[in-house]
């Protein structure tokens, strides 16, 4: 199995990151985010991303995943109600777009799993 990560650096994704580097079935990992993880592992390859609002620059590297976690949110506190929805509506569906376009066998299927 082959999983995607949005968001390895937030609370619930360091523990997505950790379970799928510790499952046997979990083939490779790829981490999308603003920050590197600084983990090590032979199944994990981060990407570097400061503008997540715009994928196409990652193209040729969203596709052929059959699972994704999407861990990106942030709490309401101290936001306005355009910063909040950027993180998690804008965000979120930017990725979801991309994918959906990128993966059609697995859209049709509903064989990606989305999560968080």
């Known amino acids: 199995m082959n999983v995607?990560?949005?968001?390895?650096?937030g609370m619930v994704?360091?523990?997505v990151l950790r379970?799928?580097?510790?499952?046997p079935e979990v083939q490779r990992v790829l981490s999308v985010g603003?920050?590197?993880t600084g983990q090590q592992h032979e199944k994990l390859r981060e990407i570097v991303h400061p503008d997540l609002l715009d994928f196409s620059a990652?193209?040729?590297e969203l596709s052929g995943f059959d699972a994704c976690f999407f861990?990106?949110?942030v709490s309401a506190v101290g936001l306005t109600e355009e910063q909040y929805q950027r993180v998690t509506y804008d965000i979120t569906l930017a990725a979801a777009e991309i994918l959906a376009r990128l993966n059609p066998a697995n859209r049709g299927a509903?064989?990606?799993q989305w999560s968080c």
């Not at 995607?4 to 650096?9: D, K, P, Q």
């Open 58 to 60: 990652l193209e040729p």
């Open 13 to 15: 994704g360091q523990g």
């Open 110 to 112: 509903r064989r990606i």
């Open 19 to 23: 379970e799928c580097l510790l499952d």
């Open 4 to 9: 995607l990560l949005f968001g390895a650096t």
């Open 34 to 36: 603003r920050s590197a």
């Open 71 to 73: 861990c990106l949110g």
